[in-house]
C-alpha cells in the first residue's frame, strides 16, 4: 500500500484554550502498512518529531487514562495483568519506561520490587516528592543512564508513540536477564480496523497494533509470547514477552485478518455518518465521547456539534479544531438535544443504557457508532 495523507486534528489532550495551548490545529498524518509485521503505522517526519517531543518533555499524558483518577479502569487492569505474569521470588527488578507520575512502580514497590522509573516528563517529579523508595531517571528510552539488567520491563500506553517498535523492543532486550520479561500494553486497533473507525489515528502514536501484528512483532526481535489478551474492556491489548524463545509463536486463525483494507471502510463509514448528521443542525447534535469523534467531525467540517464525556480532566475543556467546550452527562439532560450520538467502542453500551433511561431524553434519537460500520 502507498503512503497516504490526510489532515487531521493534533491532539495532545484536552486544553483549556480553543487555540490548541499554542501548538498546531491540524497536521498532515501520513500513514502506510507494513506487509511484514500486518500493521497500519505512521510515516514520521521533522516537524512532527519536533512538535512531540516537546508536548512530552511538557507532560502530556493524554489525560492520565491509565492513572487510578477518573476511573482508573485502564491502570487497574494493568496491575493485575503483572501481578498475573511476575512473581516476587522469581522477578525482583523492575524497570518502567514511561512512569509518567509512578502510579504502577508505587504499587509494585509496596509489594517489594525493587522500582526504577523512567520519564522524561515533568510529572515525575510528583513521584519523585512522594517517595525515596523508587529510582527515578529523567530521560527518553533508551538512556545511557540505565546500566544494569532487569528481570522484568513494563510500560503501556508507549510503544504505539514509538516509531520504530522493532529497535524499541530490541533495546528493551539488550537491558534484561536471561530469563527476563517485557510486559506491556497498548490501544486495542482490531474493533477500529474492522470497522472502519478513523478515530485510532493520532500524531502522538506511530503504530496500530493488532494481536496478530504483536505476534509477528515478537517473532522478529526472538522473544516468546506468554500471553496476548485483550484488555479493560477490550480498549487495550496486555502482551508478556519472555526470553524463552522457541522458534516461532503460533497465531491462531481467529486472530489473521485482512487488514489492509481499512482505508475503504474508512471512507465507506465516514460516507454513512456524513448522511445522518446532515440531517440535522449542528447545535442539535451531541457528540458522546467526543476524542473518539475529532477526526471524523474535523475531516467531515462538522465543528460545532456540542461534546459530551464523563471524564472529569477533560470538562469544561476544548479538543483542537471543534469550536465548543466539553460538557457533562448533567449538561446533557439539562439540555436535551435532537440526537446523540455515541462514539466509544468500549463503553458505548454502558452509555446508551444510561441515555435510554433518561427521560429528559426521552425525545432524543440516540445512535451508537456501530450503526455506521
Not at 489492509?260 to 451531541?286: C, G, V
Amino acid at each position: 500500500m502507498e503512503l497516504q495523507t490526510i489532515q487531521l486534528p493534533f491532539f495532545f489532550g484536552a486544553q483549556p484554550n480553543e487555540f490548541n495551548s499554542g501548538k498546531p490545529q491540524i497536521m498532515p498524518f501520513i500513514y502506510g502498512y507494513d506487509s511484514k509485521l500486518k500493521l497500519f503505522y505512521q510515516e514520521s517526519y521533522l516537524e512532527l518529531n519536533n512538535l512531540l517531543k516537546s508536548v512530552y518533555e511538557e507532560g502530556s499524558m493524554l489525560n492520565g487514562e491509565m492513572d487510578f483518577s477518573d476511573g482508573g479502569h485502564q491502570g487497574r487492569a494493568a496491575l493485575d495483568f503483572i501481578l498475573k505474569n511476575i512473581k516476587l521470588s522469581e522477578h525482583k527488578s523492575i524497570l518502567e519506561i514511561g512512569c509518567g507520575n509512578g502510579f504502577l512502580l508505587k504499587e509494585l514497590n509496596k509489594l517489594g520490587y525493587y522500582c526504577v522509573g523512567l520519564e522524561p516528563g515533568p510529572q515525575v517529579e510528583e513521584l519523585r516528592s512522594e517517595t525515596n523508595q523508587i529510582e527515578i531517571i529523567s530521560d527518553f528510552f533508551p538512556s545511557n543512564q540505565i546500566s544494569q539488567k532487569f528481570d522484568v520491563i513494563i510500560h503501556y500506553n508507549v510503544i504505539e508513540h514509538i516509531s520504530n517498535p522493532m529497535e524499541f523492543m530490541l533495546e528493551q532486550k539488550k537491558c534484561l536477564n536471561q530469563d527476563g520479561k517485557i510486559i506491556f500494553g497498548m490501544p486495542n486497533c482490531e474493533p477500529n480496523l474492522k470497522n472502519g473507525d478513523v478515530s485510532i489515528f493520532m500524531h502522538e502514536h506511530f503504530n496500530y497494533f493488532t494481536r496478530e501484528s504483536l505476534i509477528l512483532l515478537a517473532d522478529s526481535i526472538g522473544m516468546q509470547v506468554e500471553t496476548i489478551v485483550p484488555a479493560a474492556n477490550d480498549g487495550m491489548i496486555f502482551c508478556c514477552f519472555s526470553n524463552k524463545y522457541n522458534n516461532q509463536n503460533k497465531i491462531e486463525q481467529n486472530l489473521k485478518d485482512n487488514w489492509h483494507e481499512f482505508p475503504t471502510k474508512i471512507k465507506n463509514s465516514l460516507e454513512r455518518l456524513n448522511i445522518e448528521i446532515a440531517k440535522y443542525q449542528e447545535s442539535d447534535i451531541a457528540i458522546y465521547s467526543p476524542k473518539r469523534a475529532l477526526n471524523a467531525l474535523s475531516i467531515l467540517d462538522k465543528l460545532n456539534c456540542r461534546l459530551i464525556d464523563d471524564t472529569p480532566s477533560l470538562y469544561n475543556n476544548y479538543l483542537p479544531s471543534l469550536k465548543n467546550r466539553i460538557e457533562n452527562f448533567g449538561d446533557l439532560i439539562k439540555s436535551p438535544p435532537k440526537i446523540v450520538i455515541i462514539f466509544s467502542r468500549t463503553f458505548g453500551k454502558e452509555i446508551l443504557l444510561k441515555c435510554t433511561n433518561r427521560v429528559e431524553l426521552a425525545n432524543t434519537i440516540i445512535l451508537n457508532i456501530e450503526k455506521f460500520d
